[in-house]
């Protein structure tokens, strides 16, 4: 059994900071170090979009361009988790986010889809 169970949402007014965790657990959390992991949200009435990935070893981060400068996505391996920092949140960023992994390596021309497992989600909301 794999899971990825993120935390950290919460409502937030524009211009304030949260952090999102991953957690990693099961059959896949004990290589988790060998995957690459990444965020994306979807806002109501939307379709899914990518927001950061991160290379196995996290020498190698992608953003989208609408958050480049403001989120900042980390990991560390030894605790099977995955963060996303946000800071200067604005109302557009409002969606439910979710973790994902994928086993294959994170390349400039395919770093946004290929993910092989989700977790639920954790809600964002920024207020104006």
């Known amino acids: 059994q794999v899971q990825l169970v993120e935390s950290g949402g919460g409502l937030v007014q524009a211009g304030g900071s949260l952090r999102l965790s991953c957690a990693a657990s099961?059959?896949?959390?004990?290589?988790?170090?060998?995957?690459?992991m990444g965020w994306v949200r979807q806002a109501p009435g939307k379709e899914r979009e990518f927001v950061a990935a991160i290379s196995w070893s996290g020498g190698i981060t992608y953003y989208t361009d609408s958050v480049k400068g403001r989120f900042t996505i980390s990991r560390d391996n030894a605790k099977n988790t995955v963060y996303l920092q946000m800071n200067s949140l604005k109302p557009e960023d409002t969606a439910l986010y979710s973790c994902?992994?994928?086993?294959?390596?994170?390349?400039?021309?395919?770093?946004?889809?290929?993910?092989?497992?989700w977790g639920q989600g954790t809600q964002v909301t920024v207020s104006s």
């Open positions: 099961g059959r896949f959390g004990r290589t988790v170090s060998t995957y690459a």
């Open positions: 994902a992994a994928r086993g294959t390596p994170l390349r400039s021309t395919d770093y946004r889809g290929g993910w092989e497992y």
